[in-house]
């Protein structure tokens, strides 16, 4: 098959590998706007930090080479001429498809005020964070003003923290990553950030960013003005669709994908940030904007590119937040549960969110060994009422309990 994929972020680079694999006789071509070779985005903290770049380039930085991989770096797809099977670049040039992969993952979403002001930076792409650590490294930046309490927000507060910025965190809800922690786990992490000598400056609203031919500042709701040396915006992502409007493709926030990862255009498949896939706990249809999902993704469409009917399982919602020195784990939902149980000690936390009996969502820090366990529970909609508050011990989910003894509740001789 002549197999063109957009996209060589983890989920293109993914699927251009297996077209290679599974039809050797077929030719792929992969495009991006990025300069690099294909990288992992959630290694960049790891490569600005320490200057490793095995991590950073985690299939190679010869990986396209090595497999025969047409890759085309620095250009933009503009387009799809669905019914030509053609891929429409500037200035009209066109390439022609048999299969198409769409994995162009998703870009900064910032709805706020001043974010195209020059000077403005995210940490969403290698390009824009290798000119954000440029200035770092010249010492042009010792403060920094981050907009977004996510988890992008927090991953680069933690870096330019360790590189010696004086960073402050601004965040609109009054606790971290809203849509995943619940206060109390976010406590924890609050906890960290400040221990590492990040300001944060929560529920506060960020109005607009501010500055004459460069960013300089943000001026808050309030009225109150904070300068810094470096702003970024950290406000969300959004799935990369621009360029599909007259292709027939069907989207919402991201592009509509069936259990197979097919577009509502026959030989058109997608994979990774940029698609709209199901839930595997509810089925519900929404981005799962993480790794994992990205490259369990990108073999399935490859794969039903070539013609398999390969079914998946749903994407998972999962967080961890790895750089804190405390580790924080969150599975599932903390949307609406009838009942929480929850047990503290200091930073190990495990709060158990529960709906109808069965666990829909989890939280753990410290020690967060027993964040598969719950996991396994919650896709298993195993019922879990008769563990009662024991399902928050912090001996509960240990190598010792065996499945059986999970699925009957009978703990004896186990660690709880
Ligand atoms: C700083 C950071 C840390 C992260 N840490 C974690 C983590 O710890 N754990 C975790 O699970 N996830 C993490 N993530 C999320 C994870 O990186 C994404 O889920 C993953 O990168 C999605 O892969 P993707 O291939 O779908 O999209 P992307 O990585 O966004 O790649 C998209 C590709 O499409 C290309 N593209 C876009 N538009 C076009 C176009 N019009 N024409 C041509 N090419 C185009 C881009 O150039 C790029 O090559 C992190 C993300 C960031 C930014």
């Keep these: ?7 060589t972020g ?17 030719s792929v ?5 990025e300069p690099f070779p294909p990288y992992s985005p959630p290694a960049m903290a790891d490569h600005f930090l320490t200057g490793r770049e095995a991590p950073l380039y985690w299939k190679g930085p010869d990986v396209a080479e090595r497999l025969g991989i047409d890759e085309r770096r620095t250009t933009r797809v503009m387009g799809i001429d669905a019914d030509a099977h053609e891929v429409v670049l500037a200035d009209d040039v066109r390439i022609g498809f048999e299969g198409l992969v769409v994995a162009s993952g998703s870009r900064l979403y910032a709805p706020l005020e001043g974010a195209d002001l020059p000077g403005v930076l995210d940490f969403k792409s290698l390009r824009t964070a290798t000119e954000m650590f440029g200035r770092v490294r010249a010492g042009e930046v010792t403060t920094a003003l981050i907009v977004g309490n996510g988890f992008i927000g927090i991953e680069l507060s933690l870096l330019l923290a360790d590189l010696g910025v004086d960073v402050t965190v601004i965040g609109r809800r009054n606790w971290l990553m809203p849509r995943v922690l619940d206060p109390e786990t976010s406590k924890v992490a609050e906890a960290a950030l400040t221990k590492r000598g990040v300001t944060l400056r929560l529920g506060v609203e960020a109005q607009a960013i501010v500055g004459g031919t460069s960013a300089t500042g943000v001026r808050l709701v309030d009225g109150t003005l904070l300068g810094a040396d470096l702003v970024v915006a950290a406000t969300g992502v959004k799935p990369h669709t621009e360029f599909l409007g007259e292709s027939g493709i069907v989207t919402g926030w991201g592009v509509h994908v069936d259990d197979r990862l097919s577009t509502s255009v026959a030989g058109i498949v997608a994979a990774g940030d940029v698609a709209e896939a199901a839930d595997r706990f509810t089925g519900e249809r929404y981005v799962h904007a993480i790794f994992p999902n990205a490259v369990a993704q990108a ?25 804190l020195g405390v580790p924080i784990v969150s599975i599932g939902t903390i949307d609406s549960p009838d009942e929480i149980l929850r047990w503290q000690d200091g930073v190990d936390l495990r709060a158990v ?7 829909i969502g989890a939280q753990l ?12 529970l ?8 008769h563990f009662g508050s024991r399902l928050v011990d912090p001996g509960f989910g240990m190598a010792d309990i065996t499945f059986d003894a999970l699925r009957s509740g009978d703990l004896t001789g186990s660690a709880v």
């Excluded at 590998?17 to 039809?23: F, S």
């Excluded at 060994?369 to 996991?375: E, F, L, M, N, Q």
């Design 378 to 385: 919650m896709l298993r909609r195993q019922p879990v009422g």
């Design 10 to 26: 983890p989920a293109g680079i993914t699927a251009a590998e297996t077209l290679r694999r599974l039809d050797p006789s077929g």
């Design 299 to 323: 073999p399935i469409a490859a794969a039903n590119l070539l013609g398999a009917n390969l079914r998946y399982d749903g994407a998972e919602t999962m967080n961890s937040l790895k750089h």
């Design 1 to 7: 098959m002549r197999a063109v994929v957009i996209g």
């Design 353 to 359: 969110y529960l709906r109808d009996d069965r666990i």
């Design 365 to 376: 820090a410290g020690d967060i060994r027993a964040a598969g366990v719950y996991r396994s």
């Design 29 to 33: 071509m992969a495009l991006t706007t």
